[in-house]
């Protein structure tokens, strides 16, 4: 069975530009996260998905990044326009309720 | 909101046992994560525990005390390819699991 599937896994952009990050969660996954992670930090939650539906979006900084899951399987997060602070690891994870199967990250550095 | 703490850093030698403590504070807990993350991989899943009490996994194991909002993930047998970041994540209500800053241990021969 696959994993989580997440693209591009690198991603060097300068600052002002826009960026997207895909993900594609296992199979039957209803639960689909978005974590951000700095270097030597935990992730942190930015967005999680039921299906179609964003339930927790509080974390997103909604000025500059959106994300969406139309047809409740794979997403997508953007960042316009990007700034250097974004560069970190873009995360994305699925469950079914339990524990999160991550995928192998997108690293983002802003220049 | 919740609170997780955590060693920054620990360091061990192959063939010991390490044992990586993270403490939290939260309302509504349902259950606390362990998982391993090895430089620029994503994090894989190690132990969940939900109730008091120690949970074993072969050279793993994982303890949580509830009342003490305390848990800790017990490593064995140290392996050189158990140097890691360790990240303690606790889930409060239904889906939603908070991580630590994570534990780098490292295991030296």
């Known amino acids: 069975e696959a994993g989580v599937v997440q693209s591009p896994r690198y991603k060097i952009i300068e600052k002002k530009q826009p960026v997207a990050f895909w993900c594609n969660p296992i199979s039957g996954h209803n639960t689909l996260y978005w974590y951000l992670q700095n270097l030597g930090q935990g992730p942190e939650l930015l967005i999680r998905y039921e299906n179609e539906e964003a339930v927790d979006d509080s974390q997103l900084p909604k000025d500059r990044f959106s994300a969406e899951r139309l047809k409740g399987v794979d997403s997508t997060l953007k960042i316009q326009p990007a700034e250097l602070g974004d560069s970190a690891v873009y995360l994305c994870a699925s469950s079914t309720g339990g524990e999160l199967f991550f995928g192998e990250g997108s690293r983002l550095t802003v220049l | 909101g919740q609170n997780i703490d955590q060693p920054t850093e620990m360091t061990a030698t192959e063939g010991a046992i390490v044992q990586i403590n993270c403490t939290y504070q939260?309302?509504?807990?349902?259950?606390l994560f362990w998982y391993q993350q090895h430089a620029g991989e994503a994090p894989t899943f190690l132990s969940y525990?939900?109730?008091?009490g120690l949970e074993e996994k072969g050279r793993f194991s994982s303890f949580l005390s509830r009342s003490k909002g305390y848990s800790y993930l017990l490593l064995k047998e140290l392996q050189m390819k158990d140097s890691a970041s360790y990240l303690c994540a606790v889930r409060r209500g239904s889906y939603i699991p908070t991580f630590g800053r994570g534990t780098s241990l490292i295991v030296h021969p």
């Open positions: 525990n939900v109730l008091d």
């Open positions: 939260t309302s509504g807990f349902n259950g």
